[in-house]
């Protein structure tokens, strides 16, 4: 599947900084200039080291309406299914510990009827440039007729 329109965007400025500055960019360097109509596509995620968790700090209202609720301020660990043995707290992980981008695809769960999948892109972002402390997802929601009417395969 081809990634949303803020994925890619995103996703070329989150490239732009790591190429040109080295390290991983900071959530500075994604002010809501630089996010710009991006912005509702996106959750930031706080890491909490020890023990590993992941929290809500900000969540964008087209992400909030494909959620049971706005979970700002909220950790995975207290969401039903998104606990350590859940796939978005592996891919979470994955983030964290590579400090690499992801690209990952999961059923969607959720309150919205019509979207099956969710193709989410994780970055990785760092106050210090260094060390992961925030990630940034950003989600594009899909259902499967979509995908097979227009002949992609769906990402594994």
């Not at 995620?45 to 700002?72: A, M, Q, S």
């Not at 950790?75 to 690209?103: A, C």
């Not at 193709?119 to 929601?141: E, F, G, Q, R």
């Amino acid at each position: 599947m081809q990634m949303s329109e803020s994925q890619q965007a995103l996703l070329k400025h989150w490239s732009e900084f790591h190429l040109q500055q080295g390290g991983l960019p900071s959530r500075k360097e994604f002010s809501l200039r630089a996010l710009g109509r991006h912005v509702t596509h996106i959750a930031i995620l706080d890491v909490k080291p020890n023990p590993l968790d992941f929290e809500y700090r900000l969540i964008g209202t087209t992400v909030v309406d494909h959620l049971h609720k706005d979970y700002t301020g909220v950790r995975l660990s207290m969401i039903p299914g998104k606990g350590p043995e859940s796939r978005l707290w592996s891919f979470m992980r994955q983030t964290y510990e590579d400090g690499q981008p992801h690209y990952f695809e999961v059923p969607y769960v959720g309150p919205k009827e019509g979207p099956e999948i969710v193709y989410t892109l994780y970055l990785p972002l760092a106050s210090d440039h260094n060390h992961t402390d925030k990630i940034m997802i950003v989600p594009h929601y899909a259902s499967r007729t979509a995908v097979i009417h227009v002949g992609l395969q769906p990402l594994h």
